[in-house]
C-alpha cells in the first residue's frame, strides 16, 4: 500500500484523479522540455515574435496539477490541513528511513 494509501488519502476509487494527475505531469514534462530546448517563443514566417503554445499548456498543467496535488494532500499548505497522526501510520522501517 502506498503511503497515501495508509494515511487515508487514496483509496481504489480515487485512481481517475490519480491518473489525470499522471497525464497532467506527463504534459507538464513534455511541454516543459520544448520550452527548454526551444526557448519561450519563436519566430512566424512574418517576422514576429510570439509565445509557443507550449509555454501556455505548461502553465495550464501547472496550475491543475497543483489543484490535483492539494487533493491528495500533497501540497505544503494541503498537508497542514490535514489531521493525521503520521508516526502511527508508519512501521518501524519507514520511521528509520524518515
Known sequence: ?????RL??????????MALLAEE??????????VQ???????????YVVQRPEVAILRKARKDMESLLA???MTPAARSRLMV???????????LLD
Open 37 to 47: 530546448a526551444d526557448g519561450r517563443t519563436f519566430l512566424t514566417d512574418k517576422g
Open 8 to 17: 487515508g488519502l487514496y483509496t481504489e476509487i480515487d485512481e481517475p484523479a
Open 1 to 5: 500500500m502506498t503511503r497515501l494509501g
Open 71 to 73: 487533493h491528495f494532500g
Open 25 to 34: 505531469y506527463a504534459d507538464l514534462r513534455e511541454c516543459l522540455a520544448v
Open 85 to 95: 497522526d503520521l508516526d502511527e501510520e508508519m512501521n518501524d522501517f519507514e520511521r
